[in-house]
């Protein structure tokens, strides 16, 4: 009932010239392969390769693009993300542009320069901003270019790019898939099975393969994906309901608020609007501080996605690498606050921000 733990480093041949299917562990193991294909399956892929962390996910789909190519990114993706391409970048490993993918007007001035990838974060992070998988691939197919769509936030519980037109899907394994903080990790599915042999063969040049012990934990996480999503997006949509009814907020940030720029599209491509959400404090940064100072149950900690609930603060923290102009150019304030909703009790949950906001002098 429960899948063993590889832990060896490598695997005695059968005969000169003859292994069993396994060699050594950073090309290949059965725990990590089990784990790939159980991720395919949720994804609707032809297969997948589990990476040390979600960072090397990203960097593994990068692989596949060189020199000269343009890869088209969400102005408003992950800061780690941003960063990454934005090092590649400079170092002229491929051009990038970062575009509001909401915008027709600028996504159409992107593809008119030919991307050969386009990056897709929706919701985004932390602004939880929806756009259009399947409008945004048929326009990439037009073009020739590939679409990876980075689905952390929602998991294949709750929304499956490939169907609606992605080559490549994206997850930090260390967030709902594993759903227990005590793993870092990464996997990309791919729709083409020769777009895997790809992905494979750089993993292995490269090493950034998953470890077995990893995969375990990750497999195990899985077994309750689906509740535990069921569970925290019920109490996500009450906090959301809860905090766009306080003066003290200026704003917020959920896709299951009929208020949110993209609801309709959210519901017609999501099965659920998931377990995060953003905030922005109408005292700014003093009114931040005294609500972190104040929260006793949310957590002042970066990740998402686990068991129990986190409030995190871009500006400082998980966007602090982009600096301030691409934060204004994103719409990032210094007073905007994200949240994790976690498994506590509902009515915790809500006497817990009560307390905060009532802090905020």
Same mark, same amino acid.
């Not at 037109?165 to 994206?170: H, K, L, P, Q, R």
């Given at each position: 009932?429960? =899948?063993?733990?590889?832990?060896?480093?490598?695997?005695?041949?059968?005969?000169?010239?003859?292994?069993?299917?396994?060699?050594?562990?950073?090309?290949?193991?059965?725990?990590?392969?089990?784990?790939?294909?159980?991720?395919?399956?949720? %994804?609707? $892929?032809?297969?997948?390769?589990?990476?040390?962390?979600?960072?090397?996910?990203?960097?593994?789909?990068? /692989?596949?693009?060189?020199?000269?190519?343009?890869?088209?990114?969400? +102005?408003?993706?992950?800061?780690?993300?941003?960063?990454?391409?934005?090092? *590649?970048?400079?170092?002229? +490993?491929?051009?990038?542009?970062?575009?509001?993918?909401?915008?027709? &007007?600028?996504?159409?001035?992107?593809?008119?320069? #030919?991307?050969?990838?386009?990056?897709?974060?929706? =919701?985004?992070?932390?602004?939880?901003?929806?756009?259009?998988?399947?409008?945004?691939?048929?326009?990439?197919?037009?073009?020739?270019?590939?679409?990876?769509?980075?689905?952390?936030?929602?998991?294949?519980?709750? @929304? *499956? =790019?490939? =169907?609606?037109?992605?080559?490549?899907?994206?997850?930090?394994?260390? #967030?709902?898939?594993?759903?227990?903080?005590?793993?870092?990790?990464?996997?990309?599915?791919?729709?083409?099975?020769? !777009?895997?042999? !790809?992905?494979?063969?750089?993993?292995?040049?490269?090493?950034?393969?998953?470890?077995?012990?990893?995969?375990?934990?990750?497999?195990?996480?899985?077994?309750?994906?689906?509740?535990?999503?069921?569970? @925290?997006?019920?109490?996500?949509?009450?906090?959301?309901?809860?905090?766009?009814?306080?003066?003290?907020?200026?704003?917020?940030?959920?896709?299951?608020?009929?208020?949110?720029?993209?609801?309709?599209?959210? #519901?017609?491509?999501?099965?659920?609007? $998931?377990?995060?959400?953003?905030?922005?404090?109408?005292?700014?940064?003093?009114?931040?501080?005294?609500?972190?100072?104040?929260?006793?149950?949310?957590?002042?900690?970066?990740?998402?996605?686990?068991?129990?609930?986190?409030?995190?603060?871009?500006?400082?923290?998980?966007? &602090?690498?982009?600096? /301030? !102009?691409?934060?204004?150019?994103?719409?990032? /304030?210094?007073?905007?606050? *994200?949240?994790?909703?976690?498994? %506590?009790?509902?009515?915790?949950?809500? $006497?817990?921000?009560?307390?905060?906001?009532?802090?905020?002098?």
């Amino acid at each position: 009932m429960t =899948p063993p733990i590889y832990l060896t480093s490598t695997f005695a041949f059968k005969a000169y010239d003859e292994h069993g299917g396994y060699e050594y562990s950073r090309t290949a193991n059965p725990g990590r392969d089990l784990l790939a294909d159980t991720l395919a399956r949720l %994804e609707g $892929g032809a297969g997948a390769v589990v990476t040390a962390s979600g960072m090397a996910a990203v960097d593994l789909v990068l /692989s596949r693009v060189g020199r000269g190519d343009l890869v088209l990114a969400p +102005h408003d993706c992950y800061g780690g993300t941003w960063r990454l391409l934005s090092m *590649r970048r400079a170092r002229g +490993h491929f051009d990038v542009v970062f575009v509001d993918q909401s915008n027709a &007007a600028d996504l159409a001035a992107a593809f008119a320069r #030919k991307p050969a990838l386009v990056l897709i974060e929706t =919701p985004s992070n932390p602004l939880m901003r929806v756009v259009d998988i399947a409008a945004i691939a048929a326009q990439a197919k037009k073009t020739g270019a590939r679409v990876a769509v980075d689905n952390t936030f929602l998991s294949p519980a709750l @929304q *499956r =790019p490939i =169907p609606l037109g992605a080559d490549f899907v994206i997850h930090s394994t260390t #967030k709902y898939l594993n759903g227990h903080s005590d793993v870092v990790g990464g996997a990309v599915i791919a729709a083409d099975s020769a !777009e895997i042999d !790809e992905l494979l063969l750089w993993a292995n040049v490269t090493g950034v393969a998953g470890s077995p012990f990893d995969a375990y934990l990750t497999l195990r996480g899985l077994r309750t994906l689906f509740p535990r999503i069921e569970r @925290q997006q019920k109490s996500a949509m009450a906090v959301a309901a809860f905090l766009e009814r306080q003066s003290a907020v200026a704003s917020v940030n959920y896709p299951g608020l009929a208020s949110h720029p993209q609801h309709a599209l959210a #519901k017609a491509q999501q099965t659920g609007f $998931g377990a995060m959400l953003s905030f922005e404090l109408a005292g700014g940064v003093e009114a931040v501080r005294q609500f972190v100072e104040a929260v006793a149950i949310f957590t002042l900690a970066e990740s998402l996605g686990g068991v129990e609930s986190l409030v995190a603060h871009p500006a400082t923290m998980t966007h &602090a690498g982009m600096g /301030s !102009e691409a934060r204004r150019a994103a719409g990032i /304030s210094d007073g905007l606050l *994200r949240l994790s909703v976690g498994l %506590e009790a509902e009515a915790d949950l809500l $006497g817990d921000l009560e307390t905060a906001l009532a802090a905020i002098v």
